[in-house]
C-alpha cells in the first residue's frame, strides 16, 4: 500500500514523514514480538488518526493517554496530533485520585488505556463525566470499547489536519509546590524543535537504533530516545520496563547503538555489569540525565561499556537544553554545554536584576524554542515561571565556569529528586495527614545511597504511640505512588519552628543526617 504523507507540515504527528519515504520496509519499533516497519506505523497511525477523528476529536480536542511502555502508544500519541487533537501523556504510577484530577483538569474528551491498567481507567472515567470514550487496548472484559478492535475495523488513509506552530499538541503534567499537578502546554513547534535539537545534539543519523528502558510518558525516554530516533529514520527496540539483567539481555538480542536513562538505572547496571556475560558491544552512546550525575558514575559508564557517554539536563517546561558535548571537550561532574538555540541566565535569586559571575550560584533561566506555552489554565502560575520576554524561570540552582559549563546545585524550593523522579514534601506530608493518628508532619530530604535522595518524615502524633513507622509507610503506599513513600519516619513531641513561626526545615535535615551518617539504602529501597 502507499502511504501519503506530506514533507510540508506544521502537525508534529508527520514526525517520520521522511523516514516512511526513505526508508518504507525498515523496522523502526520492536517490542516482543511485535515487529512494524515504517510502512504500517504509518498505515496504523493514520488508522488511530481516522478512529479518533470519528469520536470527534478536532481542534485541540484532549485525548488522555495511560499507557506503560507499549508500542500502541506511538500511533496513538501521533494519530491524536494528525487528527488535530492534543495528547496527554498521563503518569500511570500515579494514585487514582491524582488521575482523576488530570483527566477533568485537562477536559479530556477520550481515554485510551492498556488493559494493564483497566481498574484506573475506569475509576477516572466514573469521576470524569467529560470523558465521552473510553478505549482498551487487549481488553475484552472491562465494558469499554475493545481499542485493537476499533482500529482493525478502521481503514487505512487520512488527511493530516492543519495546525499552527503554537497550536497545543502535548500536555505533560507535572507536580507543583501546591501538591497538584500542572498542565504543561507543548506547541507543534516545541516538539518539532525539541525532536530536531536532540537528534543533532547528540549526533544520531538513520544507522542507530535506540533502546527504550525509561518510562514513555516522561520526557528522558520520549525526547531523547523515540521521537528524535523517529525523525533521523532510526529505530527503537522498548522494554516494557526497567530491570539491569532484562536491560542487559535486551542489548545484546536487539543490538541498539543508543540508550538513555537516570543516574540510578545507570549505577544498577553497573551493579550487574561485573557478573554479566551479555554482549554489550553495539552500544556507541549512553546519555545520563534527570537528577544529578556524579562524575564517579559517568568515568564508571565509560570505562566499563566503553563508548561515548554524555550528561543532559531538561525539564518539561524548557526541553532538553544543556547537554555535556559529544562533539568537544567533556567535563565529569558538569551537565555541560546549552545546546545550540537555547539562551541561558544564572541569576542571582536575591536580586533578579542581577546575572552570577562564573563560579558563583544563581537560578538558571532560559529561552529558546522549547520554552512550553505555559500552564493550561493556570495564568497566575504561568506569569511565575515565565517572564514577558521569553525566559523561563527553571527554579534549579547551577553555577557556571569560565568556559560556561554547567553544574547543577540543587532546586531553589524543596523538591526531592529520587533517583530520576520528582517528589515535593507537601504531596507526601499532604497524604500521611489523612491519616487520624497524625497530628503534624514534615517532610525532607535525606541522602540515598542509590536514588541521590528520598523522602523523610517527622511525624507529630495525636496519641503517642498511636502509630508506628510501619504503620505510616503502608498509609502511604496504599495511597500514593511507590517511589514517593517516606524511606524513614520518625516521631517527634514538637516540630522545630523559625523565628518567623514556620517549620525550621533546615533543623530537621541536620538531625536527619546526624541519625543516618551513611544515608539511606539497601532495605530502605
Known amino acids: 500500500m502507499t502511504v501519503g504523507v506530506s514533507a510540508m507540515t506544521e502537525n508534529f504527528g508527520e514526525l517520520f514523514w521522511r523516514a516512511v519515504r526513505l526508508y518504507p520496509d525498515k523496522v523502526v519499533v520492536e517490542q516482543d514480538g511485535v515487529r512494524l516497519s515504517y510502512t504500517e506505523l504509518e498505515e496504523r497511525t493514520q488508522r488511530a488518526a ?173 525526547w531523547m530516545c523515540l521521537l528524535p530516533m523517529l525523525l533521523v529514520g532510526g529505530s527503537v527496540a522498548i522494554l516494557p520496563g526497567f530491570e539491569p539483567d532484562a536491560v542487559l539481555a535486551a542489548i545484546e538480542r536487539y543490538r541498539p547503538t543508543f540508550t538513555s536513562g537516570t543516574p540510578n538505572m545507570f549505577s544498577q547496571l553497573l551493579a550487574r555489569y561485573d557478573t554479566s556475560e551479555h554482549d554489550v558491544s553495539s552500544l556507541r552512546l549512553l546519555s545520563c540525565g534527570s537528577a544529578p550525575v556524579s562524575a564517579e558514575l559517568m568515568a564508571s559508564l565509560i570505562r566499563q561499556f566503553r563508548c561515548d557517554v554524555v550528561e543532559g539536563y531538561g525539564l518539561t517546561e524548557g526541553g532538553a537544553n544543556v547537554i555535556t558535548p559529544r562533539w568537544g571537550v567533556k567535563k565529569l561532574g558538569s551537565a555541560g554545554l546549552p545546546v545550540p538555540g537555547v539562551e541561558i541566565r544564572i541569576v542571582d535569586p536575591a536580586d533578579l536584576g542581577r546575572d552570577c559571575a562564573p563560579g558563583q550560584v544563581g537560578e538558571l533561566w532560559t529561552r529558546s524554542p522549547a520554552n512550553a506555552l505555559g500552564y493550561y489554565k493556570q495564568s497566575k502560575a504561568t506569569a511565575e515561571k515565565f517572564t514577558r520576554d521569553g525566559w523561563l524561570r527553571t527554579g534549579d540552582l547551577v553555577r557556571a565556569d569560565d568556559q560556561g559549563y554547567l553544574t547543577i546545585i540543587s532546586r531553589v524550593d524543596d523538591m526531592i529528586n529520587c533517583g530520576g523522579e520528582n517528589i515535593y514534601p507537601k504531596e507526601v506530608e499532604d497524604i500521611l495527614m489523612t491519616n487520624p493518628a497524625v497530628a503534624e508532619v514534615c517532610v525532607i530530604p535525606a541522602h540515598h545511597r542509590m536514588k541521590g535522595q528520598a523522602p523523610v518524615a517527622w511525624v507529630v502524633l495525636r496519641q503517642p504511640g498511636s502509630a508506628t513507622e510501619e504503620d505510616l509507610k503502608r498509609h502511604f503506599l496504599a495511597r500514593g505512588p511507590a517511589y514517593a513513600h517516606p524511606r524513614r519516619v520518625f516521631f517527634i513531641d514538637r516540630l522545630p519552628v523559625s523565628g518567623t513561626n514556620k517549620v525550621d526545615r533546615k533543623r530537621l535535615e541536620d538531625e536527619t543526617q546526624r541519625l543516618l551518617p551513611g544515608g539511606l539504602g539497601g532495605s530502605q529501597a
Open 50 to 222: 481516522r478512529l479518533l477523528r470519528s469520536l470527534g476529536v478536532s481542534n485541540e480536542t484532549k485525548v488522555l493517554l495511560m499507557f506503560p511502555n507499549d508500542f500502541r502508544l506511538i500511533e496513538c500519541l501521533l494519530g491524536t496530533l494528525r487528527a488535530g487533537g492534543a495528547a496527554v501523556l498521563a503518569n500511570v504510577r500515579l494514585g487514582t485520585e491524582t488521575l482523576q484530577f488530570i483527566a477533568g483538569d485537562c477536559d479530556a474528551r477520550v481515554l485510551i488505556a492498556h488493559a494493564s491498567l483497566t481498574d484506573k481507567a475506569m475509576a477516572v472515567r466514573a469521576a470524569a463525566p467529560g470523558l465521552q470514550h473510553v478505549l482498551i487496548a487487549d481488553d475484552e472484559g472491562s465494558g469499554a470499547q475493545v481499542y485493537d478492535d476499533r482500529l482493525a475495523d478502521t481503514p487505512a488513509g487520512f488527511e493530516t489536519a492543519p495546525v499552527g506552530r503554537n497550536d497545543v499538541a502535548l500536555i505533560m503534567y507535572t507536580s507543583g509546590s501546591t501538591g497538584r499537578p500542572k498542565g504543561c502546554l507543548l506547541s507543534h513547534g516545541n516538539k518539532w524543535w525539541q525532536a530536531q535539537s536532540s537528534a543533532r545534539t547528540l549526533m544520531l543519523d538513520e544507522s542507530d537504533k535506540a533502546l527504550v528502558m525509561g518510562p514513555l510518558y516522561h520526557a528522558n525516554a520520549l
